[in-house]
Every structure is written in structure tokens, then in C-alpha cells.
């Protein structure tokens, strides 16, 4: 499913963040950043060793923040790191988090000339977040972002399995 927010394009795929030719992919971190399992231990993997030194350099990022280093052996040139909330029972500034990691993340890409982007859904998985909640937050976030800032053209979120794919996409169709 893709859809024109002004002259950016949003699109929603089936796939493995790991193989996507955007400029920038986005991992769902933890505030270590040392690795870990999911798409962090999958970026990691393809990635090679220079992403986590980088990561170890910068130390560590705190909940709702996002961070970038270079992309290694991926075809993405930069790897943005964000960590979201772990999920309790969604009134523990759950929304309000995970809202932040999309737009610090879009807004570090604003900030390195990055043109395109690919988000996996961040917190969903060992993080717990219910997809439906978490897709409806994710979009309206990129979407008011897009809106006023035309320099991103594309976002592709980057969904495992095909019920995240259709959760996401319900999601969409309720908010353009
Ligand atoms: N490409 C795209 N999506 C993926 C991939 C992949 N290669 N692999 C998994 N997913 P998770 P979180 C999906 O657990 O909930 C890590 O250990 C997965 O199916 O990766 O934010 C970190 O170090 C799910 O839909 O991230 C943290 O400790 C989504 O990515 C913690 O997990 C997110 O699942 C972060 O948990």
C-alpha cells in the first residue's frame, strides 16, 4: 500500500528492514545500545561490527530518543537508532514515547540530508506494544511530519509478517 502525503511518498511492505535500499534504516533499539534480539540483532548481523562501535561510542540513548551511526555493509548508508517504550498498559506515556522516536527520528534524517527512510514497527515486538495501537501512533506521526517537511520524500515502513502488514495498512486507511 502507498499513499502522497503532499509530494512525499509513504509506503507500507512485507519485509526484512536489513534489505532495503533507503538512505537511512531505522532500528528499534534498547538504551544500551549494545545489541540485542529482533531487528536490532538482525541490523547488527547484516550490518558488521563498525555499527556497534559507533553505537558504543555514543553510549546510550534514553527512551523516545533516537540516534545515528553509519550503516556498515548495509545498503543503507546510516542506521538511525531509536528506543521505544516497553509497553505496561498504555498509560504510561506509551503513545507519547513511541510518537517521539518517529519524529526524532525523521527529524535526524532532516538534520543529515537524508532523503528516504525505512521503519520497522518499533516496540511490537519484545517490546509488547498491541501492532493496532502502535501502527495508529506510527502513521499519524509520520504523517504530520510529512506534511511539513517535503525535503523527506519517501518513508517505507518495513512490516514482519503479513498480519503486521495488514494491521498497518487498517491503520492507514483510517487516517488519509
Ligand atoms: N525486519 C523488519 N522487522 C523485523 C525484523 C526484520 N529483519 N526482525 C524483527 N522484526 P523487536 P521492540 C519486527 O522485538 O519490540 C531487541 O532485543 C518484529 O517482528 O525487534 O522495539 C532490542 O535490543 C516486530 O514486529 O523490537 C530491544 O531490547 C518489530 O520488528 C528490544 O528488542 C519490532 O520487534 C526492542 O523491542
Known amino acids: 500500500m502507498e499513499v502522497k502525503i503532499n509530494n512525499s511518498k509513504l509506503e507500507l511492505v512485507e519485509g526484512d528492514i536489513t534489505k532495503q535500499d533507503t ?3 531505522v532500528n528499534a533499539a534498547n538504551s544500551s545500545l549494545r545489541g540485542g534480539g529482533g531487528v536490532d ?8 561490527p563498525k555499527i556497534l562501535e559507533e553505537c558504543l561510542q555514543i553510549g546510550g540513548c534514553s527512551t523516545g530518543e533516537a540516534v545515528i551511526t553509519t550503516g556498515g555493509n548495509l545498503k543503507a548508508r ?3 537508532h531509536t528506543v521505544g517504550p516497553i509497553y505496561q498498559d498504555g498509560c504510561h506515556r506509551e503513545p507519547e514515547l513511541l510518537a517521539s522516536c518517529y519524529r526524532n527520528s525523521l527529524q535526524l534524517a532532516s538534520q543529515k ?10 516496540s511490537t515486538g519484545a517490546y509488547g506494544y498491541p501492532v493496532a495501537d502502535a501502527a495508529k501512533v506510527a502513521l499519524s506521526t509520520i504523517i504530520t511530519y510529512l506534511k511539513e517537511h517535503p525535503e523527506i520524500e519517501s518513508v517505507r515502513l518495513v512490516l514482519f509478517g503479513h498480519s ?8 492507514l486507511k483510517t487516517l488519509v
Do not use: M, N
Not at 540483532?41 to 558488521?48: D, E, K, L, S, V
Not at 540530508?113 to 518499533?122: E, N, Y
Not at 503486521?164 to 491503520?171: D, N
Open 78 to 80: 546510516y542506521v538511525i
Open 164 to 171: 503486521t502488514l495488514t494491521a498497518y495498512e487498517q491503520a
Open 23 to 25: 538512505d537511512a534504516i
Open 41 to 48: 540483532g538482525a541490523i547488527h548481523r547484516a550490518g558488521g
Open 113 to 122: 540530508g537524508i532523503k528516504s527512510l525505512a521503519f520497522p514497527s518499533i
